[in-house]
């Protein structure tokens, strides 16, 4: 692994900027030994949760057959980031992404009655919450307060007067073609992702792709392609090599 470390590293485009974890993006969480102070630890800078509104309460899992009551959104998550957030140690982390595994009409009042008391806090750290998964419809986000942010889609259309409710765009990379991250990406492929990320950036939004491949070149590829969050479930593996980038 070493080795291969330092041939990317060789080889690949310079990268402009500093600080690259905060591009890190722990996906699916909480399936981890430590949720939430795994990725934290290792100065990631957004973490991803997957949330079910259960007879009043916000559980955490993938899948509804692992949802338990102990496994809360208060306990995992939110308790923990009003804790950094108060003590000035934010560091990277700046971003929440809360996956809506329920309807949005019963997901969305149990998400602001729980986040709302730090709603000022929120702000004064430019702290951002993202909704993602089942979300309102695009026109309702005027409804919302400004400490609550959406996940957008390429196939949706956002009006200017809604731009600061839709700061970061997700789309599943296979939609843009097969790619294994074992070799280069072919040149067809880069177009097409290269085509999508500079038209979210021209929009004033941020990239996550998700359902990425799992390997340094593939980690590479989407920094040189200009995607804003690289995805992760091998947390330790994109510290590290987000790290070894930096000190070059």
Same mark, same amino acid.
């Given at each position: 692994?070493?080795?291969?470390?330092?041939?990317?590293?060789? #080889?690949?485009?310079?990268?402009?900027?500093?600080?690259?974890?905060?591009?890190?993006?722990?996906?699916?969480?909480?399936?981890?030994?430590?949720?939430?102070?795994?990725?934290?630890?290792?100065?990631?800078?957004?973490?991803?949760?997957?949330?079910?509104?259960?007879?009043?309460?916000?559980?955490?899992?993938?899948?509804?057959?692992?949802?338990?009551?102990?496994?809360?959104?208060?306990?995992?998550?939110?308790?923990?980031?009003?804790?950094?957030? @108060?003590?000035?140690?934010?560091?990277?982390?700046?971003?929440?992404?809360?996956?809506?595994?329920? /309807?949005?009409?019963?997901?969305?009042?149990?998400?602001?009655?729980?986040?709302?008391?730090?709603?000022? %806090?929120?702000?004064?750290?430019?702290?951002?919450?993202?909704?993602?998964?089942?979300?309102?419809? #695009?026109?309702? *986000?005027?409804?919302?307060?400004?400490?609550? =942010?959406?996940?957008?889609?390429?196939?949706? @259309?956002?009006?200017?007067?809604?731009?600061?409710?839709?700061?970061?765009?997700?789309?599943?990379?296979?939609?843009?073609?097969?790619?294994?991250? =074992?070799?280069?990406?072919?040149? /067809?492929?880069? =177009?097409? #992702?290269?085509?999508?990320? $500079?038209?979210?950036?021209? +929009?004033?939004?941020?990239?996550? &792709?998700?359902?990425?491949?799992?390997?340094?070149? +593939?980690?590479?590829?989407?920094?040189? &392609?200009?995607? $804003? *969050?690289?995805?992760?479930?091998? %947390?330790?593996?994109?510290?590290?090599?987000?790290? +070894?980038? $930096?000190?070059?």
């Amino acid at each position: 692994m070493l080795k291969q470390l330092i041939l990317i590293l060789l #080889v690949s485009s310079p990268l402009v900027g500093q600080n690259l974890l905060s591009k890190a993006h722990a996906h699916n969480d909480y399936e981890h030994d430590r949720p939430f102070y795994e990725a934290f630890s290792l100065g990631f800078g957004s973490i991803e949760v997957d949330v079910y509104a259960v007879n009043g309460q916000l559980l955490v899992a993938h899948d509804v057959k692992d949802l338990k009551a102990s496994r809360n959104f208060q306990n995992l998550y939110l308790e923990p980031l009003v804790r950094v957030l @108060e003590s000035g140690k934010a560091g990277n982390f700046h971003q929440l992404l809360i996956d809506s595994k329920t /309807a949005a009409d019963s997901t969305m009042p149990l998400l602001l009655k729980a986040i709302e008391p730090y709603k000022d %806090l929120l702000l004064k750290n430019n702290f951002r919450i993202v909704i993602s998964g089942n979300r309102p419809v #695009v026109s309702d *986000y005027v409804k919302f307060p400004a400490w609550i =942010t959406f996940d957008g889609r390429s196939n949706e @259309e956002v009006p200017s007067f809604l731009a600061s409710h839709v700061i970061l765009e997700s789309e599943a990379f296979y939609k843009f073609g097969i790619w294994s991250g =074992t070799t280069p990406m072919a040149p /067809a492929l880069r =177009t097409k #992702v290269k085509t999508y990320v $500079d038209k979210v950036h021209a +929009a004033g939004r941020v990239v996550r &792709l998700w359902a990425t491949p799992e390997s340094l070149i +593939a980690y590479q590829t989407f920094l040189d &392609l200009g995607v $804003d *969050y690289i995805g992760t479930d091998q %947390l330790g593996a994109l510290a590290e090599y987000l790290k +070894a980038v $930096d000190r070059r």
